[in-house]
């Protein structure tokens, strides 16, 4: 793996990683609305990336399908959403701001099962960059190195509040702030591991480059819309959500045509 590579799929967890560092010089738990400011940002960036940065390309590499190019993209598109509603249905999990977990009945303590609910939606991201820096190094030609690194930036990005969104609640339920720290840290460990498995994939079966990219779109928007929208609208006056999607989504639209 060159080093061009191994940097990209660093940025994202280290993203995390000093997102989740905020415990320590942050005294107080997130607001309600910096909250909601901060997943609306998560949520425009997933948005914008699965277009330009996935299914765009996956399109693209399937031209000489003709009017059929768009087929590889859907049927990827629909097994990254049934993928992640296999692992929300089999994963105890639990949102921020519930009081109920999802997935099995299980014994697991309410912290573990939030770092679960966070770690399921980076398994996508991380899988969006394994699957773009795959692409790379395939050689395509609708794939680029600062295309890729624009996602890899964009998913950092947005990592940094998520880091602060988990660490800094389970500091406010009393866990040390060492011990909230590990566990948004973890919380985005996947990312890297799972990208890093997508290359794997991606260099043994080549022709499945399309498929790749929208099944990791399809899970990421799975996860905008069944995590993160009702997470950035809950209580009143919820339009600071939908402003900061926007912000979101135009900073990753830019990252990704201004570096690719």
Do not use: C
Not at 39 to 55: C, D, E
Not at 57 to 81: C, H, K, N, T, Y
Not at 154 to 173: D, K, V
Not at 241 to 258: E, N, Q
């Amino acid at each position: 793996m060159n080093l061009d590579v191994f940097f990209g799929l660093a940025v994202p967890f280290l993203g995390t990683s000093i997102g989740a560092a905020a415990v320590f010089f942050m005294q107080r738990e997130l607001s309600e609305n910096l909250s909601r400011a901060l997943t609306g940002f998560a949520a425009g960036v997933m948005v914008a990336a699965s277009v330009w940065s996935l299914i765009l390309p996956a399109i693209e590499q399937s031209q000489d399908m003709g009017r059929l190019s768009f087929l590889p993209a859907l049927i990827g598109f629909w097994l990254g959403v049934l993928f992640l509603l296999l692992l929300d249905k089999v994963i105890p999990h639990l949102h921020r701001g519930l009081s109920e977990s999802e997935g099995p009945k299980s014994s697991l303590k309410r912290t573990t099962m939030m770092v679960l609910a966070v770690t399921l939606h980076n398994i996508p991201e991380g899988m969006a960059v394994g699957a773009v820096y795959a692409g790379l190094l395939s050689g395509s030609a609708d794939i680029t190195a600062g295309g890729a690194f624009a996602l890899a930036l964009g998913i950092a990005i947005q990592n940094f509040p998520e880091g602060a969104i988990i660490s800094m609640p389970l500091r406010a339920q009393g866990q040390r702030k060492p011990k909230a720290f590990l566990y948004g840290v973890l919380s985005g460990a996947v990312e890297p591991l799972f990208g890093w498995l997508t290359i794997i994939f991606a260099a043994l079966v080549v022709p499945a480059m399309p498929y790749l990219l929208s099944f990791a779109a399809g899970a990421m928007i799975y996860v905008v819309v069944e995590e993160l929208i009702p997470e950035m609208s809950q209580g009143k006056h919820s339009d600071i959500g939908v402003i900061f999607f926007s912000v979101g989504f135009s900073v990753m639209m830019t990252l990704d045509v201004a570096l690719g």
